[in-house]
C-alpha cells in the first residue's frame, strides 16, 4: 500500500490463529514431536540390541562352562583333536576368566602329547585362543608357556594371518629380564606369519640387550628386510627407532652376515640425517643431543659397534669391489665418525680397494662434469655448475676422501703413490677435482640458512684432504707450479683485513658471552636456570678460505693482510679508552722496563711474563750493564735491540733453561725433556717454572711478529705446523720425523723391509727408551696395556705410527700448549691460519732471497747523496757479492740476514748508510737502526776489503 510519501508500508497477514504461540509454529512443534518419537525408537532398539548381546553373552558363558566337562573328558587315541582345539577355543573366549585359568595347564599339557595331529587350522584356532585369552588378561606366564609348547611342535601356518594379527603386541608387553629370550623366540615364530611390517616395529621396540641371534631369527630378519614394502614402512620411523632397529638387526645377523645384507641396512642409513657418537659411559643409553647427533652406550653402543667389525665389514667392502650402486660403507663412516678410523684402516689394508673406489669415482658423469670445468673469475656467482646432489656419487665421495685421508697419513712420501693405490697422475687429477669441489662448497653452501648434514660432513673431509695434498706436495712436488692459486676471487686486501676483524670481533663476543653465563652459572644454585645460547654465524667463505685453504690466495697477499691486521691493532691500542681525557702524553700506554745485560732473559720475564695482550703496547726498555745504565732514546732500535737479544738468549740450545733443542737440520723445537721429566714427577716446580718460560717466549716471538722485527731462528716444521689450529686435524706423521732426526728416520722405516725372524730378534715391544739425566726410562706407547705387545710383522706399522707420534707430538704438547698461549695473546689464531709451516717460517725470518734494485730504491741516506762515489762503489761491491755475503751484510746491519717479506720497503726504519768521514775506520752498524755507518771510502778494493772483513768478523756493535 502507498502512502503520500511515495513510500510503502508492509502488512503482515496472519492466516492462521490470530497470535503467535510460545513454542513456534504448528509446524515446528510436529517437527519437534516426531524427532522427540524417532529417538525414543532408537533408544528402545538399542536397548534390545544390547539385551540381545547380553543374553547372547550369558548364554554363551553359560555354554562355555558347560562344555568344560566335556572338554576334560575328551582323551585317548581316538580323540577328534579339531573338535577339541574348537571347544577349548570356545571355552577360552567364552567360560569365566577362572574357569579357563584353570584350564590353561591341562591345555598345556594336552598339547606337549600331541604328535603332529594338528592341521594347520587347527594350529590357528589353538594361536587365536591364546590371543584371546590375552585379551582377557589371564595370567602370562601360563599364557606364554602354552604359547611356546605350541610353536615348539607346530609352525603357525601363513594362509591364516588374521587368527593371530595383534599376538606379537601382546606377547611383547609380557616381556621382562626374566624372560625376554624366551619372548623373542616367540615373537619371531609368530612374525613369521604376520604382517611383515610388525617384524620391523618389533625389532626398533625392543633393547638391544633383549636381542640374540639364532639360524631362524637371522632367516626371519632377511626374509622381511627382503622386501620394499618394510623398506618403505621403516623410511617412517623416528630416529630413534631407526637406531633401535640398526642395532638389533646387526645384532641379529652377528657372524652370519652375507653380501646381500648390505643393501637393506645401506638403505636405513641412508634416512639418518645425523650422526651417532658412542659413549664412554657403558650404562648410557641413547641420548637425543641435537638435531644432528645422538649419543648411544651400554648395549645399543655394543651393538652399533658391531657395524666395524668382521665379517660384516669384509663382505661390505666385497660389495664395494662389485661395485654394488649403493654401497653400505660410506654410510657407516657418515653416521658412525667414532668408526670411520677402524674402517679406513681395514679398508686400506684391502688390496686394491682404493684404487677400485677411485676407478668407480672417476667414472661417474657427476665426477667428469665438475672436472672438466675451469676456474674463472665467475666461480663464486657461476649458475652453470653445481655440487651434485645424486646419493650414490655423493656418498662414494665421501668415503673416498676418507680413505685417502688416512692413507695419506698412515704412508710415507715414498709409498703413497703405489701403483696398487693412488698413482701420482690420479693424485694431480683428483687434487685438481677436490680443489673445484672444495670451492663450490665453501662459496655456495654458505648462502643458505641451513645445509643437510651430509654435505658439511662432505666438506669438512675435503678440506681436510686438500690441506693433506697441499703438504704432501710442499715435499713431495707431484704438483705444477702455481696450481694452487685461484686467480680472479674477487678479494683484495683491505676486504680481506676487514673480514677478518669481522670474524675476530663475533668469536670474541661469543666467548665474553659464554663466560658471562659460566659466571652466572656458578652464582645460581638451582639446575633448571636457563641460559642464553649462542647460535653460531656461518662463517664468510673469503674467512673460510683465509683460515683453512689460504694456499687459495697469493702468499704476498696474506702477508699483506697480516701486516695490515697488526696495523689495524695498533691503531686501536693507540686510541685507548682508558687514556684519561685531555691527555698528551704519548708514553701512557708503554711498557717499562729496567734490564740487566747479565741476566737480560730474568729480568724480562719478571717484568713482562703477566702482562697479557698488554705487550702489544711499546716498550720503553733501560738496558743496564756492569757500568750503570746505558744511553740512548728508545724510539724503536732498543725495543728492537732487546727483542732480538731476548730470543737470542732464551732459544739458545745451550741456555740454562734449556727451553728448546735442535733437529739433526739445526732447526729448534721445544725440548722433550720438560714433558718427559713431568711424566716421572721428576723436579715438577722447575718444570713449572720452564713452562712459565715456554709461555713468555710464545708472547716473545709474538712481540716480534707484532713488531715486524726478523729473527735469525729458523724452527722445526713440525712445530710450526702446531701454530696453525684451523688445521689441527692434521697431526705431525711418519713424514714429519725426517725433519727432527734423519737417521732417526731412515733405521726406524728399515723395519718394514725386514723379514718376521729379524723383527723378532730386535726384541721390540710398543714402549720406548728415553735419556733423563743420564738415567733412561721406559714409555709406554699408547696404553700401559699396549706397552706389552711385542713388535711383529704384522704390526710393525702400528709401531711407526706410534713411535713418531710420541717424538713429534706427545713429548712437546704440553710445552707447544704454552708457547701458543703466549704467542696468541698477541697474534690472533686465525691470523697465523693464513700460512703453512714453511711460510710461517718466512714470516718470522723473512726471505733469502735478496730483490738488489728493491734494496737500492728504498735506502735513507745520511751524509750521502746517491750519485756521491763512495755509494757508487758501494753498491759496486754488493753486486758482485756472493748470495752469502750479501746476507751477511743484511744481518750485519739489521741483525737478520733474510729480506722483509714484503721487500725493503717494509723494512722499518727503513736501510740507513750514514756517512763517516774518517776513512781509515772500519764500517760499522746499529742494528737497532738498520743504520750502516759507512766511512768515505775512495777506493773500490779498500770498500770491499773493509767490508767483507766488518760483515764477517762477528764483532758487535761499534766496530773499530
Known amino acids: 500500500m502507498f502512502n503520500f510519501t511515495g513510500s510503502t508500508n508492509r502488512r503482515n497477514v496472519n492466516l492462521g490463529e490470530r497470535r503467535r504461540s510460545r ?20 533408544k528402545e532398539r538399542a536397548s534390545a540390541v544390547i539385551q540381545g548381546y547380553v543374553r547372547q553373552f550369558l548364554a554363551l558363558r553359560q555354554i562355555g562352562n558347560g562344555m568344560v566337562r566335556e572338554w576334560n573328558e575328551m582323551a585317548g587315541a581316538d580323540v577328534n583333536w579339531l573338535r577339541w582345539c574348537s571347544m577349548f577355543a570356545f571355552i577360552a573366549k567364552n567360560a569365566d576368566k577362572e574357569v579357563v585359568e584353570k584350564l590353561f595347564p591341562r591345555f598345556t599339557a594336552g598339547i606337549e602329547h600331541l604328535q603332529n595331529q594338528l592341521d594347520g587350522y587347527s594350529v590357528a ?61 616367540l615373537i619371531f615364530k609368530i612374525n613369521a606369519v604376520e604382517s611383515p611390517l610388525e617384524f620391523p616395529l618389533f625389532l626398533a621396540s625392543i633393547p638391544p640387550e633383549y636381542v640374540f641371534s ?103 667392502i666385497d660389495q664395494l669391489l662389485m661395485r654394488d650402486p649403493s654401497p653400505l660403507l660410506p654410510h657407516v663412516m657418515r653416521v658412525f665418525p667414532d668408526l670411520r678410523l677402524k674402517l679406513c684402516m681395514v679398508c686400506t689394508i684391502r688390496s686394491g680397494l682404493l684404487r677400485s673406489v677411485y676407478d668407480q669415482l672417476t667414472s661417474c658423469p657427476e665426477y667428469a662434469a665438475l672436472f672438466q670445468f675451469e676456474l674463472d673469475s665467475n666461480i663464486a656467482l657461476s649458475t652453470g655448475i653445481t655440487f651434485s646432489n645424486d646419493e650414490n656419487f655423493t656418498n662414494l665421495l665421501f668415503f673416498y676422501c676418507n680413505l685417502l685421508s688416512y692413507w695419506l697419513t698412515v704412508t710415507t712420501d715414498t709409498e703413497s703413490f703405489d701403483p696398487s693405490s693412488f698413482l701420482a697422475q690420479a693424485a694431480e687429477n683428483f687434487t685438481r677435482f677436490l680443489k673445484i669441489e672444495v670451492l663450490l662448497l665453501v662459496l655456495r653452501l654458505n648462502l643458505f640458512p641451513w645445509t643437510p648434514s651430509t654435505i658439511l660432513q662432505q666438506r669438512e673431509i675435503s678440506i681436510m684432504v686438500l690441506n693433506q ?59 633448571s636456570l636457563k641460559f642464553r645460547k649462542i647460535s653460531p654465524t656461518k662463517t664468510a667463505p673469503v674467512v673460510e678460505i683465509l683460515k683453512t685453504l689460504p694456499f687459495f690466495v697469493n702468499f704476498t697477499e696474506r702477508v699483506e693482510v697480516f701486516r695490515g691486521l697488526v696495523a689495524n691493532e695498533k691503531e686501536r691500542i693507540q686510541q685507548n679508552p682508558e687514556m684519561p681525557l685531555f691527555t698528551h702524553d704519548p708514553h701512557f700506554n708503554n711498557l717499562s722496563a729496567d734490564i740487566r745485560r747479565e741476566f737480560l732473559l730474568e729480568d724480562a720475564f719478571d717484568a713482562f711474563h703477566n702482562v697479557g695482550d698488554k705487550f702489544k703496547h711499546q716498550l720503553r726498555v733501560t738496558f743496564f750493564n756492569e757500568f750503570g745504565v746505558e744511553a740512548g732514546i728508545d724510539g724503536g732500535g732498543i725495543t728492537k735491540e732487546f727483542l732480538t737479544a731476548l730470543v737470542m738468549n732464551a732459544f739458545d740450545p745451550e741456555n740454562e733453561l734449556a727451553l728448546f733443542k735442535q733437529t739433526d737440520q739445526y732447526n729448534l723445537y721445544p725440548n722433550p725433556d720438560i714433558y718427559l721429566k713431568l711424566i716421572k714427577s721428576i723436579d715438577k716446580q722447575e718444570q ?11 708472547m716473545a716471538i709474538g712481540k716480534c711478529l707484532f713488531e715486524g722485527i726478523l729473527i735469525e731462528f729458523r724452527f722445526a716444521h713440525f712445530f710450526l705446523s702446531k701454530w696453525r689450529i684451523a688445521q689441527s686435524g692434521t697431526k705431525s706423521s711418519v713424514d714429519d720425523l725426517a ?37 733412561v726410562y721406559k714409555f709406554p706407547l699408547g696404553t700401559p696395556t699396549e706397552a706389552e705387545q711385542t713388535v711383529t710383522a704384522g704390526n710393525r706399522l702400528r709401531y711407526i705410527h706410534q713411535v713418531a707420534n710420541f717424538k713429534l707430538n706427545q713429548c712437546i704438547q704440553v710445552q707447544t700448549g704454552q708457547f701458543l698461549k703466549g704467542l696468541f695473546h698477541l697474534i690472533k689464531p686465525n691470523w697465523l691460519n693464513m700460512f703453512d709451516p714453511f711460510e710461517l717460517q718466512m714470516l718470522i725470518s723473512g726471505t733469502s732471497d735478496i730483490n738488489l734494485q728493491d734494496w737500492k730504491e728504498h735506502v735513507n741516506y745520511g751524509g750521502y747523496w746517491e750519485t756521491d762515489l763512495t755509494i757508487r762503489l758501494f753498491w759496486e761491491v754488493v753486486e758482485e757479492m756472493s748470495a752469502e755475503d750479501q746476507q751477511a751484510l743484511v744481518r ?44 768515505q771510502y775512495q777506493l773500490k778494493s779498500e770498500l770491499r776489503e773493509k767490508l767483507l772483513y766488518s760483515i764477517h768478523a762477528n764483532s758487535g756493535f761499534d766496530l773499530s
Open 23 to 42: 513454542g513456534g509454529s504448528f509446524l515446528q512443534q510436529t517437527h519437534r514431536e516426531q524427532q522427540k518419537r524417532e529417538e525414543l525408537r532408537l
Open 125 to 185: 584356532v589353538l594361536a587365536r585362543a591364546i590371543r584371546d585369552a590375552f585379551q582377557r588378561h589371564i595370567d602370562p606366564v601360563v599364557l606364554l608357556r602354552c604359547l611356546a609348547t605350541l610353536l615348539d611342535r607346530y609352525t603357525l601356518p601363513t594362509e591364516y594371518t588374521k587368527a593371530v594379527a595383534g599376538l606379537s603386541k601382546s606377547v611383547t608387553a609380557c616381556m621382562d629380564p626374566e624372560n625376554y629370550r624366551d619372548v623373542v623366540r
Open 214 to 316: 639364532e639360524p631362524s631369527m637371522v632367516h626371519l630378519a632377511r626374509e622381511c628386510l627382503s622386501t620394499s614394502k618394510a623398506i618403505t614402512e621403516i623410511v617412517q620411523l623416528s630416529a630413534e627407532q631407526k637406531i633401535s632397529l640398526v642395532a638389533n638387526i646387526v645384532r641379529i645377523l652377528g657372524a652370519s652376515f652375507v653380501a646381500d645384507d648390505c643393501r637393506p641396512l645401506g638403505l636405513i642409513l641412508a634416512q639418518m640425517d645425523f650422526t651417532i657418537r658412542f659413549a664412554e659411559d657403558t650404562k648410557k643409553a641413547l641420548k637425543h643431543g641435537d638435531k644432528q647427533e645422538f649419543s648411544a652406550g651400554g648395549a645399543m653402543a655394543t651393538s652399533l659397534r658391531l657395524l666395524g667389525e668382521n665379517p660384516l665389514v669384509s663382505k661390505a
Open 469 to 527: 695434498l697441499y703438504m704432501k706436495n710442499l715435499r713431495v712436488k707431484f704438483l705444477p707450479e702455481n696450481f694452487w692459486i685461484v686467480k680472479n676471487l674477487g678479494l683484495n686486501t683491505k676486504t680481506m683485513i676487514a673480514l677478518l676483524e669481522a670474524e675476530q670481533k663475533r668469536i670474541e663476543d661469543e666467548e665474553d658471552l659464554l663466560s658471562d653465563d659460566e659466571g652466572e652459572a656458578k652464582e645460581n644454585a638451582k639446575p
Open 688 to 698: 713449572a717454572k720452564r713452562l712459565a718460560y715456554m709461555r713468555f717466549m710464545g
Open 739 to 775: 725433519y727432527l732426526d734423519g737417521n732417526f728416520s731412515r733405521n726406524l722405516m728399515k723395519l718394514m723391509d725386514m723379514s718376521a725372524e729379524q723383527i723378532s730378534t730386535l726384541d721390540l715391544n710398543f714402549e720406548i727408551d728415553e735419556k733423563i739425566d743420564g738415567d
Open 892 to 935: 750485519f746491519v739489521t741483525s737478520a740476514s733474510r729480506a722483509p717479506l714484503l721487500g725493503f720497503a717494509a723494512l722499518d726504519p727503513k736501510f740507513g748508510i750514514s756517512r763517516v768521514p774518517d776513512h781509515t775506520r772500519l764500517p760499522t752498524a746499529s742494528t737497532c737502526a738498520n743504520l750502516l755507518k759507512l766511512p
